[in-house]
């Protein structure tokens, strides 16, 4: 199993076609966190990724703990953030076992990898502490610009796994009525739902333009407000009472 994560970890560098998508997306969402968790109190995150968020929460919260099951991603973070503080845990998420309780998890970008979401919903309510909040962010598969290439003949169907999916691993699409759906199966309720990045055009069609670095900031500033029409979603959910 190992060796299966192992095979995705070139496309969690820095040549990855969509590094230019993915480099905007996972700096954007932690500093919403962050925002939206100004207590720097104990943080559980699944993944490392490409490492920009792990780097960043480890800057943020007074105890910061990320589970990875790869090797190569491990290896990969460690060498490109050798002063990260984090601890980091190489396991299967539906391994972990801790008796510590975090203030806040975030499963960033892991739903969409996982074969078993709710295994791993289910499994991570025990490590909140009472009060706990968790962050969900999966990619939305009927974002803007996946509507236009839809309605333009260029996609066949909005749920349809690409490309870039294909490269990172990616085992389905989410929307926001099917995220909401896996979340209240799984006995969780949504306290906030956002956008991340309204994207109106395609990767190289956006690299073509140069934009300002405040108007891909502006996308993003809009996109919370729009999670219908973002790239992403940004769900904050909690434990279901009773």
């Known amino acids: 199993m190992n060796n299966y ?20 997306m996972l700096n954007w969402y932690p500093k919403r ?22 780097n960043r929460f480890s800057q943020h919260f007074s105890r910061h703990v990320v589970i990875d099951g790869s090797t190569s991603v491990i290896e990969q973070f460690r060498n490109q953030f050798p002063d990260c503080k984090a601890d980091v845990v ?18 960033g970008f892991v739903l969409e990898h996982v074969t078993n979401p709710q295994l791993v919903l289910q499994h991570f309510k025990q490590f909140l502490a009472p009060k706990g909040r968790c962050f969900i962010a999966v990619p ?6 996946r509507r236009f290439g839809h309605a333009a003949g260029m996609l066949d169907d909005l749920m349809k796994l ?8 990616h085992l389905r699409q989410y929307s926001v009525e099917t995220l909401t759906n ?19 055009l ?21 996109g919370v407000d729009y999670p219908d029409l973002s790239c992403a979603l940004l769900f904050e959910v909690e434990v279901a009472p009773g």
Do not use: W
């Not at 690409?162 to 691993?169: F, Q, T």
């Not at 395609?202 to 300002?212: A, F, G, I, P, V």
């Open 162 to 169: 690409g490309e870039c999916d294909l490269e990172l691993g």
């Open 5 to 24: 994560l192992d095979n995705f970890v070139n496309a969690y560098g820095a040549e990855f076609n969509y590094a230019f998508d993915n480099n905007i």
């Open 90 to 107: 190489q396991s299967y998420f539906e391994d972990f076992h801790t008796d510590e309780r975090f203030d806040v998890i975030v499963m």
């Open 140 to 145: 939305n598969g009927k974002s803007l610009h």
């Open 202 to 222: 395609t990767t190289s069609q956006l690299q073509l333009l140069q934009l300002d670095e405040n108007i891909i900031k502006a996308m993003c500033t809009v």
């Open 33 to 54: 966190i962050m925002q939206l968790c100004p207590s720097k109190g104990r943080l559980l995150e699944l993944g490392i990724g490409h490492g920009f968020t792990t």
């Open 182 to 200: 896996e979340i209240q199966l799984a006995d969780y309720h949504v306290v906030r739902q956002e956008g991340i990045f309204l994207k109106p």
